[in-house]
C-alpha cells in the first residue's frame, strides 16, 4: 500500500503529466507535491484546486441520486480541460473525514485523460493516509 509520495511519483508515470499533488479540500494545503504547475506556484495551485473540489463536494447537485450519507466523498472525480492541458481531481476515500484529492496536472498533446481517470481511481484506493 503506497503512501503519499509513491502515490505522487506513480501519478506523475501517466502520460502527460506534469504535476502531481495530494490537497486537503477544506484548508487548501498541500500534503504532498511533485512535478510542476501552472504559474510556477504549486501551493497557488493546491488552494485554487481546493476551492473546487470543496464546491463540488458540499452542493447537493452533485451528490448521488442516493442522498446524502450513501458515498463519501460524494464527488468521485473533477475533470476541467483547456486549450493546452487537462487537470484531473480525484477525491480520495479515507477512514477518517474523506477531505483529500488527488489533482494532476496533464499535457493535453500527450496526455491520456480515460488512462488518468482509471489510474487515480486505482491509486486512490491504495493510498495509505495516517
Known amino acids: 500500500m503506497p503512501g503519499i509520495d509513491e502515490c505522487l511519483l506513480d501519478a506523475m508515470r501517466l502520460p502527460g503529466a506534469r504535476g502531481a499533488a495530494l490537497v486537503d479540500w477544506t484548508s487548501g494545503l498541500a500534503l504532498g507535491v511533485v512535478g510542476e504547475f501552472p504559474g510556477g506556484d504549486a501551493e497557488a495551485a493546491c488552494a485554487e484546486s481546493a476551492e473546487l473540489a470543496r464546491l463540488a463536494a458540499e452542493h447537493k447537485t ?60 486505482e491509486l486512490a484506493g491504495r493510498l495509505v493516509l495516517g
Do not use: K, Q
Request: a negative charge; zero cysteines; charged letters at 20%.
Open 62 to 121: 452533485f451528490a448521488p441520486d442516493g442522498g446524502p450519507g450513501e458515498a463519501d466523498p460524494p464527488v468521485e472525480d473533477l475533470l476541467i480541460s483547456n486549450r493546452d492541458s487537462y487537470h484531473v481531481l480525484r477525491f480520495v476515500p479515507t477512514s477518517f473525514d474523506s477531505t483529500v484529492f488527488l489533482h494532476v496536472w496533464l499535457g493535453r498533446a500527450d496526455g491520456n485523460l480515460a488512462l488518468a481517470r482509471i489510474r487515480l481511481g
